[in-house]
C-alpha cells in the first residue's frame, strides 16, 4: 500500500463547471502524477509533478491545471468542464525513477 | 514519439498459460513494467524488467525481452480465474522532471478466462 488517497471518488458535474480533484499520499514521495484513463486509449499522462511547485504538462494537459503547494497534495482543476473529459482520473506516485503506484482512482461524469 | 503496443483481448482457457505480446518503439527505456487492473481499481504493478535482462521469473509469472525487436512478453503459467484482468504494458517515458519519468502505457489486453 502506498498510501494514495484519490477525492472524490465519484463525481458527476455539468459542463461548464469548475472541478478539483484531490490526491494526497502520505509517505512524502516527490513525484506524483495525473493520468486518466479511456477506452481505446488507455492511460494518458496529463501533468506530473517533481516537487512542491514544481510541476509540467504531459501528454493531453490542454483544459487541465495542477497544483501542489504541499508535497502530499496534488490537485487537478478541470476550468470548465467539457463531456470530452468524462472519463477515469488516476493518480501516482513514483517511489523509484520508473515504477509507479496508483491510486484507486476518480470517476468523473461530465453531463 | 514512444508508442506501446498490445493486442487489445486474448482468450485462454483455465489451466493453460497466457502469453500476452507487447512492442514499444522507445530503445532508451531503461525498465519495462506489466501492471494488471482489475475491475473498478487502480492499476497493480506486478512485474518489471531491466532493459539488460532477458527474462525474469516470478512465480507464475515469465517476462521475456527481446530488445532489438523491441518486444515484450509476459507469460502467466496454468491461468486461473482470478487472472481475469486487463494487463498493460508500460515504458519509461520522454516525459522526466527531476530524473523522474512517467510512463507511457499500452491500451491494455484484457485477458478473458474460459472455463
Known amino acids: 500500500d502506498a498510501g494514495i488517497t484519490q477525492s472524490p471518488r465519484h463525481k458527476v458535474t455539468e459542463t461548464g463547471t469548475p472541478v478539483t480533484l484531490r490526491c494526497h499520499q502520505t509517505e512524502n514521495h516527490r513525484y506524483m502524477y495525473w493520468y486518466r484513463q479511456d477506452p481505446g486509449h488507455g492511460l494518458r499522462l496529463i501533468h506530473y509533478?517533481?516537487?512542491?511547485?514544481?510541476?509540467d504538462k504531459g501528454e493531453v494537459s490542454d483544459g487541465y491545471s495542477v497544483s501542489r503547494s504541499k508535497t502530499e497534495d496534488f490537485l487537478l482543476t478541470l476550468e470548465s468542464a467539457t463531456s470530452s473529459q468524462t472519463s477515469v482520473y488516476f493518480c501516482?506516485?513514483?517511489?523509484?525513477?520508473?515504477?509507479?503506484?496508483f491510486g484507486e482512482g476518480s470517476r468523473l461524469t461530465v453531463l | 514519439g514512444e508508442d506501446v503496443e498490445q493486442s487489445l483481448f486474448l482468450s485462454v482457457r483455465e489451466g493453460d498459460s497466457s502469453v500476452i505480446n507487447c512492442t514499444y518503439t522507445d530503445s532508451s527505456s531503461t525498465y519495462l513494467y506489466w501492471y494488471k487492473q482489475e475491475p473498478g481499481a487502480g492499476l497493480q504493478l506486478l512485474t518489471y524488467?531491466?532493459?539488460?535482462?532477458d527474462m525474469k521469473q516470478d512465480q507464475r509469472l515469465t517476462v521475456l525481452l527481446n530488445k532489438k525487436d523491441k518486444h515484450l512478453s509476459l507469460r502467466i503459467a496454468d491461468t486461473q480465474t482470478g487472472d481475469s484482468a486487463i494487463y498493460f504494458c508500460?515504458?519509461?517515458?520522454?516525459?522526466?522532471?527531476?530524473?523522474?519519468?512517467?510512463?507511457?502505457f499500452g491500451k491494455g489486453t484484457h485477458l478473458i478466462i474460459q472455463p
Open positions: 508500460a515504458e519509461s517515458s520522454k516525459y522526466s522532471g527531476g530524473g523522474a519519468d512517467g510512463l507511457t
Open positions: 509533478s517533481y516537487g512542491v511547485k514544481d510541476t
Open positions: 501516482a506516485i513514483s517511489i523509484t525513477s520508473g515504477e509507479l503506484f
Open positions: 524488467i531491466f532493459s539488460n535482462m
